[in-house]
């Protein structure tokens, strides 16, 4: 059996709890290692560590902070197979998405922060007889809590601005998803990053209450539930730490009668199948103008009739396992209560049957119509491969109905009409707005939620601000104005 240990100040650390954790296959429902949490010494050590790890690395310049991130990035992208492969076996997802998205998503994410770290500067204020000029500094340890859906990508879209910063990061993975964090480390370590500027520490939620409760960390970024985004921001209160919170969502897609019905339907599948739906941003609020509704659900279902639920390790898989046996009783839980509150099954909506891979996680990619506002399914996030299609009959109702929740992460709309796409982009209560597409995250562009989906952002140079605490010098060139004289 393998055994997966804390990584603290460049090498593996064994722990000091006499009990591990399983890491399951949810594909297989086979245990393939055993994982050493991270207790009140290992995060005391991890943190202790950062610490050092922040004095040397904050010292460097941006230039030689670039070049790490960018061996990082580098070695990331050789690696991509086997991390594809480990990241494979951790959630469950299909190869060919590990493949071509998760480790090159974060090797960009590297690399785009490799080149911010050159350019982080201040501003000079002219004024009178003195000047002010503002230095972007370092907040120092940051800790970053990782969700289970994008393990790796999660912690290159924390680690990679955190460190270009020039702040140390002790991140804690999701207890279900422990291993590619772990390598990510290893890379660093590897690429040059001086030891403690990166720790990665395992373990559940006490695990991650030990960081957010610790004062000697300055800053939080979270991606996870809404739940634990309130515990985590209550906690980072009592030392005023500042946060970054990715949490969950319900987004809306609008599509409207002038709609490519093809694209449209394409957009509506990547955002609730991709990743067995597990995604937060994912529009399971699907509202179809009543002209187009059922030309629309018709080619719907024909197309995701032909999804290929199955073996995540099968090239040919589009649809992979559900990260955990409880997790997959929740979404098929949702999908009872769909069909209980009157909610039209077209398709899925049961367990997948997948022959030889009886122990997996695996559930249909499921579409229910003739929704209303009020159901369950539409109104809480499933993350699963759940679809809700709505009918609307004019823009100002749809905008009024997408808007009705107390998520904000994203939305999309389909038109041909470009005044209509930027007024309702402009109206939508959300962080991010496709227009015709859907779920596109490039690094450049800010990703974050409004109301209950988030505070502030990741990626593009939005997270700078997330990463930097902001200095003002004043300085005096004349006398001091002092009325005592
Ligand atoms: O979340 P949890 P999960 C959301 C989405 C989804 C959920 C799934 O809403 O339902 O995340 O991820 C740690 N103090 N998104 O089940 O349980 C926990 O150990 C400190 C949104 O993992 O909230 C884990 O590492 N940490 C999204 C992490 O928090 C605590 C993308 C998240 O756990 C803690 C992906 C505590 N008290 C998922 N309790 C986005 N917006 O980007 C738990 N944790």
Redo the contacts with the bound molecule.
């Keep these: 059996m393998e055994r997966l240990q804390n990584y603290i100040h460049g090498r593996y650390a064994a722990s000091t709890a006499n009990a591990t954790f399983d890491n399951v296959n949810p594909a297989t429902g086979e245990v393939f290692a055993q994982v050493e949490p991270a207790l009140e010494a290992e995060v005391d050590a991890a943190i202790r560590s950062a610490e050092q790890g922040f004095q040397r690395w904050s010292a460097m310049s941006g230039p030689e902070r670039g070049r790490v991130l960018h061996t990082a990035a580098r070695l990331l992208r050789e690696r991509n197979r086997e991390l594809a492969l480990l990241e494979v076996r951790d959630t469950g997802k299909p190869i060919q998405e590990a493949e071509a998205v998760d480790v090159a998503s974060g090797a960009d994410c590297l690399e785009y922060f490799a080149g911010v770290a050159s350019t982080l500067r201040g501003e000079q204020i002219a004024l009178g007889s003195a000047f002010v000029y503002t230095r972007r500094e370092p907040l120092g340890v940051c800790a970053g809590?990782?969700?289970?859906?994008?393990p790796i990508q999660i912690a290159c879209w924390k680690s990679a601005p955190a460190l270009a910063c020039g702040n140390a990061m002790v991140f804690?993975?999701?207890?279900?998803t422990p291993t590619t964090a772990a390598k990510l480390a290893e890379i660093y370590t590897e690429a040059g990053l001086p030891d403690g500027a990166f720790n990665v520490v395992h373990?559940?939620?006490r695990?991650?209450?030990l960081?957010?409760g610790d004062p000697r960390v300055a800053k939080v970024s979270?991606?996870?539930?809404?739940?634990?985004?309130k515990?985590?921001l209550a906690?980072a209160a009592q030392s005023v730490k500042r946060v970054t919170m990715?949490?969950?969502?319900k987004s809306a897609l609008i599509v409207f009668p002038d709609a490519d019905l093809h694209q449209a339907v394409s957009a509506a599948m990547l955002g609730n199948f991709y990743t067995q739906g597990e995604?937060?941003?994912n529009c399971t609020r699907v509202f179809v103008h009543d002209d187009i509704h059922d030309r629309f659900l018709d080619l719907l279902a024909e197309r995701t009739k032909k999804l290929r639920v199955g073996d995540p390790l099968d090239p040919e898989t589009q649809v992979g396992a559900l990260i955990s046996r409880a997790h997959m009783e929740r979404v098929l839980g949702y999908i009872a209560s769909g069909k209980a509150e009157g909610a039209r099954l077209v398709l899925g909506g049961a367990r997948a049957d997948v022959g030889p891979q009886a122990g997996g996680n695996f559930v249909l990619p499921t579409i229910f119509a003739d929704c209303t506002d009020d159901m369950t399914i539409v109104r809480e996030?499933i993350?699963g491969p759940v679809m809700s299609v709505l009918r609307f009959s004019d823009e100002d109702e749809a905008v009024r109905r997408a808007n009705a929740t107390r998520f904000g992460?994203a939305a999309g709309l389909f038109t041909r009409d470009l005044a209509r796409a930027h007024r309702v982009a402009a109206r939508l209560e959300a962080g991010i707005c496709w227009v015709n597409t859907y779920n596109v995250t490039p690094i450049e562009m800010p990703f974050g939620?409004m109301k209950e989906?988030?505070v502030g952002h990741e990626n593009g140079q939005a997270a700078i601000e997330h990463y930097t605490q902001l200095k003002s010098v004043f300085v005096e060139l004349g006398d001091v104005p002092c009325p005592y004289e």
């Design positions: 809590i990782g969700a289970w859906n994008y804690k993975t999701s207890d279900m373990g559940d939620g695990t991650g209450a960081l957010t979270l991606t996870g539930s809404i739940g634990t985004g515990k985590v906690a990715e949490l969950g969502g995604i937060c941003t996030e993350f992460l939620g989906s988030g």
